[in-house]
């Protein structure tokens, strides 16, 4: 019995050796691709299932519109507005269900409808007397970004969401809910 299975054993080995332990190589255009070895599968083996050797790109496998350069946008809904200076966003919502923070005693303005980020520091509720609502402003589609400088508005079906780029300031904002970082 022990020849027999030295015999298999050494079968096994040598097709472990002489196939299935090839790899497999792909090229594509302005993706990354990372190749593998495919799997060594002993003789009479079942073969596991494989992806060719190729495993996805190492980038975002949907590639998102380019940015954006733009002064003021909208949402698709128009219901909210953002308006970006040189490094600063404010951005003006119609409709919302949130609760803003309490108002402060020196705000004699409107207060709980506006998010602005300066230039320098942290997203802040804004007490303004004005509205960056343009009704030209063109619409920012879902998925789309636009950007100033090293301030970046994204708008989703979720809200808008304004940061400084390599920072973690910045806000979201929607009808239900807000965030400020």
């Not at 299932?49 to 190729?54: E, K, R, T």
């Not at 519109?65 to 404010?90: A, E, H, M």
């Not at 609760?99 to 007490?127: Q, V």
Request: overall charge negative; glycine content about 12%; aromatic content about 6%.
């Amino acid at each position: 019995m022990r020849p027999v299975v030295a015999a298999v054993l050494a079968l096994a080995v040598l097709a472990g050796c002489s196939s299935g332990g090839t790899t497999k190589t792909a090229k594509a255009t302005g993706t990354t691709l990372v190749t593998v070895p495919e799997p060594t599968v002993a003789a009479g083996a079942p073969k596991q299932a494989s992806s060719g050797g190729i495993t996805a790109p190492t980038d975002a496998t949907t590639t998102a519109p380019p940015d954006v350069t733009l002064t003021s946008f909208k949402s698709p809904t128009g219901n909210i507005g953002c308006y970006l200076g040189s490094g600063s966003v404010r951005c003006d919502i119609h409709d919302y269900t949130y609760t803003p923070p309490p108002k402060p005693a020196d705000c004699d303005l409107d207060w709980g409808d506006a998010i602005e980020l300066p230039a320098s520091g942290r997203a802040a509720f804004s007490c303004h007397g004005d509205t960056v609502f343009d009704p030209s402003a063109p619409v920012l589609p879902y998925g789309s970004r636009a950007r100033q400088g090293s301030v970046a508005c994204t708008s989703t079906e979720g809200g808008v969401s304004c940061f400084h780029e390599g920072t973690d300031n910045g806000f979201i904002i929607s009808r239900q809910t807000y965030s400020i970082h």
